[in-house]
């Protein structure tokens, strides 16, 4: 018998069935500007993280589901590991890429439903406001799908769409990534660029479409590795693109050539409104979806925001640490700090650890400020543990290095932007700092990190141990 392949429905049965209580159904009918994710926030702030699934969202016949990857055990999940393995599992997995496989029209279920022509409206589906600043409704999850006209490479990665209108959306490509090379090579050669957006599918799909991956294109073949099977692709109604053929929802179009339109401001995940200003246009041509969809919305500028983009850098960074330092243990991009990177190694040579952190570096120019780098007996999940080693095996005249102009111009963070008292900016690069945090290589002795030792935590017995109600009464005043 064939196995049922998965999809964001497979998941969302997994998570009901492995963590019950984290999915919570909202039937009551919510506004898309602000309501979903004020919701979401209310939770939020009372640190409870559940996805939560709206049956009734004004406007729409289509219900959506948001904050699903709000959560590393939910990440973790989706990869069928564990919290403290989940990032060696990814780094591995992308080591052994599985190539996609096409399928019949018939056995593509994003193709149950067809709009073309007149029936492109995109004020049907339930597209959110975030932030109180958005300057409209955004895409938050489509998977891009384009081709390298130069050597037909796929290109896959998520990118901001603003809503314009029914057949309208706007797109921003960060300058160094590959759409955002395609795109200039069409528009230079004045062709519009095809795209595909893929909204609703397996997170192993997101993860694979935003895994740093060398040269152009790869993308599904490393969310096959994450899955742990193929991508099932389909070709898209308008032109010759592949398409995910277990998504959701599918928007097909073209970036137009030499057109712009003002996008923005949109709250991105550093936790601030980064208005877009001039940005290219994508006419839409057809949707296709299936007959009961799912809208699947990632909360911007937010935890699910700052998870989900979290674990693939992770493991991309664990997978390029390790070909120039093989004693990597482990990689920690923390949640609340996507600018920061936590690398733990077994130190061999004093070289290791500058090679450790320029890999990190060269893996995420954009986005890390800072890399830290530990010994490894110490946990780079625990904040505390980080701090701890600093606080005794840093020294600051020696351990440091600043490296200027490191990164940019410009970008998603606000340092990599001059701003002006006439409200105007400018790109500046960004400088990133090196910590080393580890103690000298062998054989230069260290003093000891003072523990309980292990037999005797792994010898403690809890099974008697209860909650205190009250006071115990002291012997003689019975």
Not at 269 to 275: D, L, N, T, V
Not at 323 to 339: E, F, I, L, W, Y
Request: glycine share 8%.
């Amino acid at each position: 018998m064939l196995s049922v392949p998965k999809d964001l429905r497979s998941f969302l049965e997994q998570v009901i069935r492995e963590m019950p209580g984290q999915i919570k159904v909202v039937p009551h009918e919510v506004d898309p500007r602000f309501g979903c994710t004020g919701l979401a926030e209310r939770f939020a702030r009372r640190n409870e993280y559940p996805a939560l699934y709206f049956e009734k969202v004004k406007g729409s016949e289509i219900p959506l589901i948001i904050n699903l990857t709000a959560t590393p055990e939910r990440l973790a999940l989706a990869l069928g590991s564990t919290i403290e393995d989940v990032v060696r599992t990814y780094g591995e997995r992308l080591a052994e890429r599985i190539p996609p496989i096409w399928v019949a029209r018939e056995e593509a279920p994003v193709k149950e439903v067809i709009w073309t022509g007149e029936q492109v409206d995109l004020g049907k589906l339930p597209f959110l406001w975030h932030n109180a600043q958005d300057g409209g409704p955004y895409i938050t999850s489509g998977v891009g799908i384009v081709r390298d006209p130069e050597s037909g490479a796929i290109n896959a990665g998520v990118y901001r769409h603003q809503v314009y209108g029914r057949d309208e959306i706007g797109v921003w490509f960060i300058d160094t990534h590959h759409g955002a090379y395609i795109y200039r090579a069409n528009e230079a050669a004045g062709r519009p660029t095809p795209i595909v957006i893929a909204i609703g599918h397996h997170p192993a799909l997101i993860m694979g479409a935003v895994s740093r991956i060398p040269g152009i294109g790869g993308e599904l073949e490393a969310a096959g590795a994450l899955l742990g099977e193929p991508v099932r692709l389909v070709e898209a109604e308008t032109c010759d693109l592949p398409v995910p053929a277990d998504a959701e929802i599918v928007l097909e179009g073209e970036v137009l050539p030499y057109q712009r339109r003002e996008e923005g401001p949109f709250g991105e995940w550093p936790g601030h409104y980064m208005a877009g200003g001039p940005k290219p246009i994508i006419k839409i041509k057809a949707i296709t979806m299936r007959r009961d969809a799912i809208y699947y919305d990632i909360f911007s500028a937010n935890r699910e925001h700052l998870v989900l983009g979290a674990l693939p850098r992770m493991g991309s960074i664990y997978r390029a640490v390790k070909q120039v330092v093989p004693g990597v243990k482990a990689v920690h991009v923390p949640a609340h700090s996507r600018m920061h990177c936590y690398i733990s190694i077994r130190k061999e040579r004093d070289a290791e650890v500058k090679k450790a952190a320029f890999a990190a570096l060269n893996t995420e120019p954009e986005n890390l400020k800072l890399v830290v780098v530990v010994d490894d007996d110490i946990n780079v999940f625990n904040d505390g543990e980080v701090m701890w080693a600093i606080g005794t095996r840093f020294d600051a005249a020696r351990d440091l290095l600043v490296i200027p102009d490191w990164s940019g111009p410009g970008g998603l963070l606000p340092t990599g932007w001059e701003y002006h008292e006439d409200g105007t900016r400018t790109p500046k690069m960004v400088s990133a700092m090196i910590l080393d945090a580890t103690k000298p290589a062998p054989p230069v002795p260290y003093p000891e990190r003072a523990r309980v030792p292990e037999e005797a935590v792994d010898a403690a017995d809890l099974s008697d141990v209860y909650d205190m109600r009250e006071l115990p009464v002291r012997r003689g005043q019975e």
